[in-house]
């Protein structure tokens, strides 16, 4: 099983920019999306459910990204607008065998490699 993320990169504020992950070997039922900055701890941003056909969102990026799922790709998207130098940070995509709404790293059996999201102010 692998993880392919791309489509970071350098953005002014106010910017988008948009993430993919693809993933291979199998299907699964929660994709999402992490994030961290030097200093801190990997924190939930996005993530998708296929069972339910939920998405769930952290407080800090509702309104500004979008996660979406092209299930025949086996692939992960995260849209992400209205960028703020806070959201700077490496981006990780993950995927878990198993339902559940995929808040917490602890659901996710597989990890992408991660890619670099800067937000210039």
């Known amino acids: 099983v692998q993880l392919q993320a791309s489509g970071g990169g350098l953005v002014q504020a106010g910017g988008s920019l948009r993430l993919s992950c693809a993933a291979s070997?199998?299907?699964?039922?929660?994709m999402g999306w992490f994030r961290q900055a030097p200093g801190k701890e990997r924190e939930f941003v996005a993530a998708?459910?296929?069972?339910?056909?939920?998405?769930y969102y952290a407080d800090s990026v509702k309104g500004r990204f979008t996660i979406s799922r092209d299930n025949a790709k086996n692939t992960v998207f995260l849209q992400m607008n209205s960028l703020k130098p806070e959201d700077t940070a490496v981006y990780y995509c993950?995927?878990?065998?198993?339902?559940?709404?995929?808040?917490?790293?602890?659901?996710?059996?597989?990890w992408g490699q991660g890619t670099q999201v800067t937000v210039s102010s």
């Open positions: 993950a995927a878990a065998k198993y339902g559940g709404s995929g808040v917490r790293t602890v659901e996710y059996d597989y």
């Open positions: 070997g199998r299907t699964f039922s929660t």
């Open positions: 998708s459910s296929w069972f339910s056909g939920s998405t």
